[in-house]
Structures are given as structure tokens and as C-alpha cells.
């Protein structure tokens, strides 16, 4: 099973300022890389997949790279929604596996 | 719009069993590969099983191969987990999400229904 380690664990940002997010495989998963949003109570979102294609109504301010073997997910100005828990996925192999999480909350 | 509805999650106790269906709308449900993801409380995002849309094939986390049954009915649009010898750490909210893309991650999902094992 491919192993998903996100970094950091906690985020704390101020609002308006730049978030970015660190996520690995163990193994090569090429570009087939998500990320999702999590809020309390609520189900996850996808914002991103292709590790850089923004899914459907997500907006710009979120951007994802692949650099060697690891990918980011920048927020380029965090809003107050944005204030949530991110979660990485590798859809490579089965089975899927997701990172442990970023909690990215308000410094 | 996409649309995904769990049922039947509850309380039971270690040992027993339970159906979780998800009541899918707004696409062509027989063409997508549809999944379950769980999440026990305070913790991450676990894959727990995905069935097939063309091809029809089941696929199981080693975590719950054995005990858990994954099927669908796509006369009435529907995704099914059974759930057998329940155990405490099958403790979660379980969430049924669609498949997009090949190879596919989960494009939509549904709000959860939460399964409580406890004596």
C-alpha cells in the first residue's frame, strides 16, 4: 500500500496570508493526485486533481504542483472558509490512500 | 446536480451486522465506479471499498476484507455496504463517493451516515 505523509500537521495562517501544503507518496503515483477539503461536520470536497486541475467551481486562489516526487497545494490568500482540514489522495493504486491531514486554522 | 444520500448507520453492538445503502442522483449512476470512505471520529480519511461501473469489479481494503460486502442496484440507483462482525474500530461516519476520471478519485460525495459500535 502506498504511504501519504503530509506536512505539516498543523497550519496556523492569518487571514489574506499564503498556505502552502506538503504531501509525499512512498512510491511514484505520476500525476494522479487529489486534494480535498474538510470542514467540521461536513463531508470532504474535491479542489484538486491531476495534482494541478482545479475541479469545478473551485476558485483560483487554490493552485497544486508536482515538484520531484511532491506535491503541494498553495491558497494563495486565505479566506475565512478556507480555514478547514486538507487531505491528500493518491489514486495511482488500489487501495486509494489519503494523507493524515493539515489542519490549516487561523493564527 | 450530483446527488448523495447514506442511510442506515446507527448503534449496534460488536458482533452484529448492518446495510448501508446511498441513494444516488443527478448522473448516469450505472457508468460511474462508485466507493465507501469512512472516517472514525477525530481521525482521517480511510478507502474502504469501490465497486465497479462497466466493469463490475468489487475491490476491498484489507481492513475489512472478509467481513464487508459491497454491491449496487443500478434499477433504482443505488450503492450498498454490508457490514458484518461489526467491531468497535469499524466506528465511523461512512461516506459513499463517485468516481471520476481513469484512474478515478472521488469527484462527489455524500454527507455520511454514522455507524457507532458499543456494547
Known amino acids: 500500500e502506498i504511504v501519504m505523509t503530509q506536512s505539516p500537521a498543523t497550519l496556523s495562517v492569518s487571514p489574506g496570508e499564503r498556505a502552502t501544503l506538503f504531501c509525499r507518496a512512498s512510491?511514484?503515483?505520476?500525476?494522479?493526485l487529489a486534494w480535498y477539503q474538510q470542514k467540521p461536520g461536513q463531508a470532504p470536497r474535491l479542489l484538486i486533481y491531476?495534482?494541478?486541475t482545479r475541479a469545478t467551481g473551485i476558485p483560483a486562489r487554490f493552485s497544486g504542483s508536482l515538484s520531484g516526487t511532491e506535491f503541494t497545494l498553495t491558497i494563495s490568500s486565505l479566506q475565512s472558509e478556507d480555514f478547514a482540514v486538507y487531505y491528500c489522495?493518491?489514486?495511482?493504486?488500489?487501495?486509494?490512500?489519503f494523507g493524515q491531514g493539515t489542519k490549516v486554522e487561523v493564527k | 446536480e450530483v446527488q448523495l444520500l447514506e442511510s442506515g448507520g446507527g448503534l449496534v453492538q460488536p458482533g452484529e451486522s448492518l446495510r448501508l445503502s446511498c441513494a444516488a442522483s443527478?448522473?448516469?449512476?450505472?457508468?460511474?465506479?462508485m466507493s465507501w470512505v469512512r472516517q472514525a471520529p477525530g481521525k482521517g480519511l480511510e478507502w474502504v471499498s469501490v465497486?465497479?461501473?462497466?466493469?463490475?469489479?468489487?475491490i476491498y481494503a484489507d481492513s475489512v476484507k472478509g467481513r464487508f460486502t459491497i454491491s449496487r442496484d443500478n434499477s433504482i440507483n443505488t450503492l450498498y455496504l454490508q457490514i458484518n462482525s461489526l467491531r468497535a474500530e469499524d466506528t465511523a461516519v461512512y461516506y459513499c463517493?463517485?468516481?471520476?476520471?481513469?484512474?478515478?478519485?472521488?469527484?462527489?460525495w455524500g454527507q455520511g451516515t454514522l455507524v457507532t459500535v458499543s456494547s
Open positions: 491531476g495534482a494541478s
Open positions: 463517493a463517485r468516481g471520476a476520471g481513469s484512474p478515478h478519485y472521488f469527484d462527489s
Open positions: 489522495q493518491q489514486y495511482n493504486n488500489w487501495p486509494r490512500t
Open positions: 512510491q511514484s503515483v505520476s500525476s494522479n
Open positions: 443527478g448522473f448516469t449512476f450505472n457508468i460511474y465506479a
Open positions: 465497486f465497479g461501473g462497466v466493469d463490475g469489479r468489487a
